[in-house]
């Protein structure tokens, strides 16, 4: 039997046995669960029910989504989040990139350092730059106020004015060396025979930068921004720990959890979950359009 | 001419002092912690905020294990990253040579269906995951965390893997096929080895992730028996909802933070190498 497949026929079930741990697991642990948070928007259930008794409401929570201000109010701040943190992380990462394109000394030690803010985990970072914005204590009002930048100590994160950009300014430390390196691989990628025809034309270096390394970064540039966006939409643990859910600050994901998980509104917070899902999935199909000139 | 020496000579100096400014205001966070995490109780709370600890309190490096339990929670977080590595790795690299090396129907489909998985917000699958995990009866243990990190870890790895894999000449498996070796063998004692980088690669980026994981974590354990640093950390509670233990919240983010930059500092190259593979190639 098997000698009566054709060569290529043999070479597809190989491919599918090797594939089949890999697939299975992402059906039980991807596709499964968002399947299930699908179908558990249309039913009324309390997360401590077990086993859990649905209830059928057809699109009654999908209803109410439309009317809830939380809801509206979370995708406010997620996107002023993600537009502030995005934004800036490209203009910072772009300037880090060009600098540490440069050759130096130690241009080495300054690439690790970039690499720190993104190990450290977000969790600790924010816990870390907690500290740091202290109302009394923190070393930010301390230097703000030697540097004679404020007059008084500011609440960074009981001032509800304060509060969203002081995150966002945590996010900007933590992912703007991502950013940049992204960004670096990128310049790093133009010849460098491009400069030295532009130098002999007697090009300036703001018209090389404008000219020569804006329009052949634009790639690079794209493809981080979409990865980045993707990443600030469904942003959750900076904001959950720096300010727990608070409707000055809390994101999409900050506010669907705490309807399924804190309240054990299953159903509720299963519409919420599949909102946020739809939006982002708009982006990821936008991502690969992106990248499907690249990929073979 | 002097002049424009000294222009260059400016402008050298005014480069350093950006470089200084950025390497400042990358690092400084870190030092902060590190400082406040040797500071004792009346250092930490006084005004004004000092710079230096003097002398410095190695006694919260102790309490961090003695006052909370995070020791279990290192424990935890481990073993839920180390496992996770292994299965994804292992799993990621039979798919990545499969994609990688042959063709059949529907792979560009499979492809990217797989890519858009590690795109998922997490919040989208939590309520279904979370009563998938009870049904199975792992809420609140290593296993809840090790599966659901699947969703987040597969992807990647086999996303990295399977461009490893591409680079790597045909010609050395048409020889071991030649001698009669099957597919595995071929996988295992021919590519595995040359799929090395690819695999160290893969590997920190998983475990990377899967340590520093909060949302799942935070929301399918419930006590020490499963819950991770991360989730600890965020919940050090001392004597008093007012006051924060901050010197041991400091102490023990430096304790899970240290690995990370020594990893970093060991891999850099290939850190860098995948993250730009993964964003950038595609």
Redesign the interface.
């Known amino acids: 039997m098997a000698q009566r497949l054709s060569l290529?026929a043999r070479?597809?079930r190989?491919?599918?046995a090797?594939?089949a741990?890999?697939?299975l697991?992402?059906l039980?642990?991807?596709a499964?669960?968002?399947?299930?948070?699908f179908?558990?928007s249309l039913f009324r259930a309390n997360?401590l029910d077990?086993p859990?008794r649905p209830e059928w409401v057809g699109l009654a929570n999908y209803a109410y989504m439309v009317r809830d201000l939380y809801w509206w109010t979370s995708v406010k701040n997620t996107v002023i989040f993600t537009v502030a943190s995005v934004g800036l992380e490209t203009v910072l990462g772009l300037g880090?990139a060009l600098?540490v394109n440069?050759r130096?000394p130690?241009r080495g030690?300054?690439?690790?350092?970039?690499?720190?803010?993104w190990?450290?985990?977000?969790?600790?970072?924010?816990?870390?730059?907690r500290?740091?914005y202290?109302d009394?204590?923190?070393?930010v009002n301390?230097l703000l106020l030697r540097a004679h930048l404020i007059a008084k100590p500011l609440a960074w994160l009981a001032d509800p004015h304060l509060v969203l950009p002081a995150i966002i300014a945590v996010d900007v430390?933590k992912t703007t060396?991502?950013m940049a390196?992204?960004l670096l691989?990128?310049l790093q990628s133009i010849p460098e025979e491009l400069y030295e025809a532009s130098r002999v034309d007697g090009a300036s270096g703001a018209q090389q930068f404008w000219f020569i390394t804006l329009p052949l970064l634009v790639p690079?540039l794209l493809?981080?921004l979409i990865?980045r966006t993707?990443d600030a939409?469904?942003v959750?643990?900076v904001i959950?720990?720096m300010s727990g859910v608070n409707p000055s600050t809390m994101s999409?994901?900050v506010y669907?959890?705490q309807q399924?998980?804190d309240f054990g509104d299953?159903g509720y917070?299963?519409a919420l979950?599949?909102g946020?899902?739809f939006i982002?999935a708009l982006f990821?199909v936008l991502?690969?359009s992106v990248?499907r000139v690249?990929?073979d | 001419m002097p002049a424009s020496r000294l222009t260059r000579f400016f402008y050298r100096v005014l480069?350093?002092l950006?470089?200084l400014a950025?390497?400042i205001?990358?690092?400084f966070?870190?030092y902060?912690?590190v400082v406040?995490s040797l500071k004792s109780p009346q250092a930490?709370?006084?005004?004004?905020?000092t710079y230096w600890p003097s002398p410095p309190r190695w006694q919260n490096y102790l309490d961090v294990f003695t006052m909370q339990p995070f020791g279990r929670n290192l424990l935890n977080s481990a073993i839920v990253a180390g496992a996770t590595t292994l299965i994804a790795l292992?799993?990621?690299s039979?798919?990545a040579?499969?994609?990688g090396?042959?063709?059949?129907?529907g792979?560009r489909p499979?492809?990217?269906a797989?890519?858009?998985?590690s795109?998922?917000?997490?919040?989208?699958?939590?309520?279904?995951?979370?009563?998938?995990i009870?049904a199975l009866g792992l809420y609140n243990t290593w296993w809840a965390l090790i599966?659901?990190y699947?969703?987040f870890t597969?992807?990647f790895t086999?996303w990295v893997l399977t461009s490893f894999v591409r680079e790597i000449p045909v010609e050395l498996e048409e020889a071991a096929y030649v001698d009669g070796a099957t597919?595995l063998q071929t996988?295992f004692r021919v590519l595995l080895p040359l799929m090395a980088p690819g695999l160290v690669t893969a590997g920190l980026l998983a475990f990377?992730g899967a340590?520093?994981e909060?949302?799942f974590a935070?929301?399918f354990t419930v006590d020490d028996r499963a819950r991770t640093?991360?989730?600890a950390?965020?919940f050090f509670s001392g004597a008093s909802q007012y006051e924060l233990p901050?010197a041991q919240?400091?102490a023990a983010?430096v304790i899970?933070?240290v690995p990370?930059?020594v990893?970093?500092?060991v891999f850099?190259q290939r850190?860098?190498a995948g993250?730009?593979a993964g964003?950038?190639?595609?």
């Open positions: 290529s070479r597809a190989i491919a599918w090797f594939l741990p890999a697939v697991v992402l039980a642990v991807a499964y669960p968002l399947f299930r948070t179908q558990l997360l077990y859990l880090i600098l440069a130096f130690l030690a300054m690439r690790t350092a970039m690499l720190i803010p190990a450290i985990p977000t969790v600790v970072s924010a816990q870390m730059w500290w740091m202290n009394v204590y923190g070393v301390d430390w060396p991502f390196l992204l691989a990128g690079a493809v981080a990865f993707l939409l469904r959750f643990d959950y720990v999409m994901s669907a959890r399924l998980v299953l917070g299963s979950s599949t946020i899902f982002i990821v991502y690969l990248l690249e990929v | 480069f350093y950006l470089v950025v390497f205001y990358l690092v966070p870190f902060w912690a406040s930490l709370f006084q005004t004004p905020v292992l799993f990621g039979f798919a040579y499969a994609l090396r042959f063709r059949f129907a792979k499979l492809y990217y797989i890519l858009s998985v795109m998922f917000p997490q919040i989208s699958v939590l309520g279904g995951m979370y009563v998938l009870k599966f659901s699947m969703i597969l992807p086999v597919p996988l990377i340590w520093n909060f949302l935070l929301t640093v991360p989730v950390i965020a901050w919240i400091m983010s899970v933070t990370l930059i990893l970093v500092l850099q850190i860098i993250l730009t964003a950038v190639k595609g």
